[in-house]
Structure formats: structure tokens, C-alpha cells
């Protein structure tokens, strides 16, 4: 799951690299044109780069608490409804933060 989240993330970054990169040529292309898009396509560009920073703080996110299960699963601490077989949990273990050792 650690290494599916790693390609996750990888594919995030690289998402919001071509996004600036074509927000960049639009915004060059408008400015040799004489038109007043840029400042919009500036705006673009900050809202493109505020949301991949959300998505990548959470993911973040999801490789620590991954990180911290697979430590508490070694170690045999962990309960069945902490762990589902399918998706998420429906809800994170108070205090995982504090607790891990994954920085």
C-alpha cells in the first residue's frame, strides 16, 4: 500500500507539472497576442497549485499512518476493525501522529 500511495503521489507531482507547464504557455501565448488573460491564467495557476498541495499533504498523510499501522502491526498491537480489508477505516486511531516513527 506504501508503494501504491509512492505511485500516487509521483503521478500527483507530475500532474501539476504539465498543469503549470501548459498554464505557462497559455499565459506566454496571450501576452504576445495583446490580450489581458494573464492575470486570469495567474489565478489558474495558484488555484492549480493550492489544490496538488492539498492532495499531496494528504497523501503525506496516508504514508505515515501506513507507515505507523505497518509498526504497529509488527509489533502486534493492532485490532481487527483498525485494519479493514477494503478502503479506509472509518476512522483513524487517536494520537497516530504523536506515536509514529516514520520522519
Known amino acids: ?33 495583446g490580450g489581458e488573460v494573464g492575470s486570469a491564467l495567474g489565478i489558474v495557476g495558484i488555484l492549480v497549485t493550492f489544490s496538488a498541495f492539498v492532495i499531496l499533504y494528504r497523501s ?14 509488527k509489533q502486534g498491537k493492532l485490532r481487527e476493525e483498525d485494519v479493514p480489508l477494503l478502503g479506509w477505516p472509518s476512522r483513524r486511531i487517536n494520537g497516530w501522529r504523536c506515536m509514529a516513527r516514520w520522519w
Open 60 to 73: 503525506y498523510q496516508a504514508r505515515g499512518y501506513l507507515q505507523y499501522l505497518g509498526g504497529e502491526a
Open 1 to 33: 500500500m506504501i508503494r501504491h500511495e509512492n505511485d500516487v503521489t509521483n503521478h500527483r507531482i507530475v500532474w501539476l507539472l504539465i498543469a503549470q507547464g501548459l498554464i505557462a504557455n497559455a499565459a506566454v501565448t496571450a501576452s504576445q497576442k
